[in-house]
């Protein structure tokens, strides 16, 4: 197997997409428990069948995992790595436990950067899968090879990248909008948003908000039905990997507002920087 070409990664990465979201419908579909771990934040039985799952299809390939729901691997072993896969298994807990089907599985691969490692970075997304389960919805996109959004996407789960891309759309999409579209946090609103969101109509006169969990944020931004997500509140870099590499693909860009720059990854702490996406 040539695992050198991005094309057969996100291939193996979409089928363990689609393993996992297979694991997060059959709890969702249950009466499920809710724990929490030492910050509070959510973990069900979903977030942990959809790691072994998506580490188990990843293991062919024989990159390294890093994974929220895996074990904590120091920088000095992490910055090391040319290649790996970090992953999201259920992004958006919250709104997997509210039921309002706003969560997704979220797969990149990542690639040693041209600059120095050190405390701020040493990688950036060259590929990405992010999978919605409740609509059986696939984005995804590998560098050079462009960005896409497929439909019914487990009914095509035996189909090779090339294929699912050839049958999917390929992103950005055309919308109409009359107002300038910010897609904002349904869980975290800032002083900083509510700032960002008044330049925004100070410049464009007339600003449309929209709301909603999890990663698909940024996809809305990457399909061109939003103009802008601005972050300014604490995320994880699972939380953005994977759809930083598709707005990459789609020509739009992921910048990390303290350095102006576009985000970078695997620091020596994983919580990233805030960012906006446009």
């Known amino acids: 197997m040539a695992w050198n070409d991005l094309n057969i990664l996100i291939d193996v990465a979409t089928k363990a997409a689609l393993d996992a979201g297979r694991e997060i419908l059959d709890v969702y579909s249950s009466a499920f428990a809710v724990e929490h771990k030492d910050d509070r934040s959510p973990l069900t039985e979903a977030d942990k069948r ?19 729901e895996g074990k904590a691997i120091g920088p000095e072993e992490r910055q ?20 309002n089907g706003e969560f997704t599985v979220n797969i990149a691969l990542m690639a040693r950067d041209s ?7 040493a990688a950036r997304p060259i590929g990405g899968v992010l999978f919605v389960p409740v609509r059986d919805t696939l984005y995804f996109a590998w560098e050079g090879g462009g960005a896409y959004r497929l439909e019914n996407a487990a009914t095509h789960r035996t189909a090779s990248a090339y ?15 009359s107002s300038f579209t910010i897609v904002a946090s349904r869980s975290h609103k800032s002083p900083e948003t509510e700032a960002y969101i008044q330049r925004m109509e100070e ?3 007339s600003v449309a908000l929209t709301s909603m969990g999890s990663a698909l944020k940024i996809c809305l931004v990457a399909e061109g039905a939003a103009d802008a997500y601005p972050r300014y509140a604490p995320t994880m870099e699972w939380d953005t990997a994977a759809g930083h ?12 507002v303290t350095t102006d720059a576009p985000m970078r990854y695997n620091k020596y702490e994983l919580v990233n920087n805030w960012f906006i996406v446009q």
């Open 80 to 99: 090391a790595w040319e290649r790996y896969w970090l992953v999201d298994p259920l992004d958006g807990t919250k709104e997997f436990i509210k039921r």
């Open 203 to 205: 410049e464009h006169g």
């Open 163 to 177: 294929e699912r891309a050839a049958m999917a759309d390929r992103l950005p999409l055309h919308h109409e909008r």
């Open 115 to 121: 600059l120095p490692a050190g405390p701020l970075g």
């Open 245 to 256: 590499a598709i707005v990459n693909e789609a020509g739009i860009q992921l910048l990390d």
């Open 50 to 68: 959809a790691h072994r799952a998506i580490v188990s299809a990843l293991a062919v390939t024989g990159l390294p995992v890093l994974s929220e």
